[in-house]
């Protein structure tokens, strides 16, 4: 499979190509404008040249054209000079010739509607025979026609001008050299400085591929780096991933680790009971259903996900009702009275089986310790969300000793004594923190505040 092109190729490449159209449009036009300008300007020098043909021709009193010895326009007096003139007198099929023409022929204009300009460009036809430096070239053609008065008539004169094109070409190419080598110097320095900027401007994802493959190596646990704000929130998303995932693996380790220690019990009063064949039977059947719970609670705990960055708003009442419920029921002989208070549409970023864990965990203690009420109250202030659980039982002695791992308060209450610390696990690692008091009902108020990620 071929191999896409770098960011910093396809960029590269794109700056070159939209440089280029730029450059190749923007000469291009200043070109045409250039050319505009020039034929314009020369188109005007010939309109001149004929004024000056105006101001020195003259009719005799048989009205034949009389011109004067001498001109203004010193070129015309120049043998292929490049710039010749003409003036022809329709009425007596006259024409005069500058004597600039001497040897050519030229293509003047010789008919044209009186009081008007014509400006053009011309070709002068192929060699004929006895024409030794008349050849095929290009002229830039202006002519004008009047009516001349004289003795009370009017002749009709068409006065001609014609420039070789090879002097305007010749400039026009000085200036297509000039412009397209000034326009591709400027094009390379300005690629040469796209490049230097993009290599500068991407650098920081260098940055953070190497330090990316120094955590793939085990060299650094986390990217340490400053980066621009465009990619700040990419490395703390890497940097809460890492640190998610790491946690899990801890809680991984540490489930293991209470699983192996929980079954140590049953274990040993499985072993016990081989002095007792008579016990033996019954005795197992309570240990491996006290085994099968340790199994159930340590495997829920092992897949709880911890602080979800990515994970979708949870509606967490209908997750509170459905633990109400459960807990009713697996305490129905104390005929408990639930007191929920969380607003139906209040939603946390939370996975589902961690709200569970932590909420039920919470709910049962309480449950378990609670005399006839347990309250609960779920509410977001700012980016923090807040749950409160309370109870009418006896409250906590030691509150550091409830978060140990593996040890219960009272042997006579149901359970493997980690429910707490769970939860304790479960909170630190959504970045929130857990709290124990006495609860206006008399008994213990555990307080969980969660920060939004």
Not at 241 to 268: I, N
Not at 286 to 309: E, P, Y
């Amino acid at each position: 499979m071929k191999t896409p092109l770098s960011i910093r190729a396809r960029l590269v490449w794109g700056a070159f190509i939209v440089l280029l159209v730029f450059l190749a449009g923007a000469g291009w036009a200043v070109q045409q404008a250039y050319v505009d300008s020039l034929r314009a300007q020369r188109f005007a020098r010939l309109q001149t040249t004929i004024y000056l043909l105006m101001a020195g021709a003259e009719l005799n009193a048989q009205g034949a054209l009389v011109m004067p010895a001498t001109l203004a326009e010193p070129r015309l007096s120049l043998p292929a000079s490049g710039l010749y003139a003409n003036i022809a007198n329709l009425d007596k099929n006259e024409e005069w010739q500058s004597s600039s023409t001497l040897g050519l022929n030229p293509p003047f204009q010789r008919t044209q509607a009186p009081g008007q300009w014509q400006f053009d460009t011309v070709v002068a036809p192929a060699a004929r025979p006895g024409d030794t430096a008349a050849s095929a070239r290009a002229f830039l053609a202006a002519s004008y026609a009047v009516k001349w008065s004289v003795n009370d008539r009017a002749a009709p004169l068409v006065f001609s001008v014609l420039e070789d094109k090879a002097v305007f070409d010749r400039e026009l190419q000085a200036f297509e050299r000039t412009l397209w080598t000034w326009l591709g110097g400027t094009g390379l320095l300005l690629l040469l400085a796209q490049t230097l900027l993009l290599r500068w401007g991407l650098a920081p994802l260098g940055r953070m591929a190497r330090e990316i493959r120094h955590i793939e190596k085990g060299e650094q646990a986390r990217v340490e780096g400053l980066y621009p704000a465009e990619l700040a929130g990419l490395t703390g998303n890497l940097n809460g991933l890492m640190e998610q995932e790491r946690a899990r693996q801890t809680r991984y380790k540490d489930a293991l680790d209470d699983l192996a220690h929980s079954l140590k019990t049953p274990l040993a009063a499985l072993r016990a009971s081989l002095d007792a064949p008579a016990e033996l039977p019954a005795m197992v059947a309570l240990q491996v259903a006290r085994m099968d719970d340790i199994v159930v609670h340590q495997l829920g705990r092992a897949g709880a996900s911890g602080a979800a960055r990515f994970a979708p708003h949870l509606a967490l009442a209908p997750i509170l009702n459905r633990i109400r419920d459960t807990l009713a029921k697996v305490y129905v002989d104390k005929h408990l009275e639930f007191a929920l208070d969380c607003p139906p549409a209040l939603s946390w970023r939370m996975d589902e089986g961690d709200a569970f864990e932590m909420l039920g965990n919470v709910l049962d203690n309480a449950a378990k310790w609670a005399q006839g009420k347990v309250s609960v109250r779920l509410w977001v202030e700012g980016k923090r969300l807040f749950i409160r659980v309370c109870d009418d039982g006896p409250g906590f002695a030691d509150p550091q000793a409830v978060l140990a791992r593996r040890v219960r308060l009272d042997e006579r209450v149901p359970g493997h004594g980690i429910g707490l610390a769970v939860v304790k696990d479960l909170v630190a690692s959504h970045q929130g923190e857990l709290t124990f008091s006495r609860a206006e009902l008399g008994g213990a108020q555990i307080d969980i505040v969660l920060q939004a990620l």
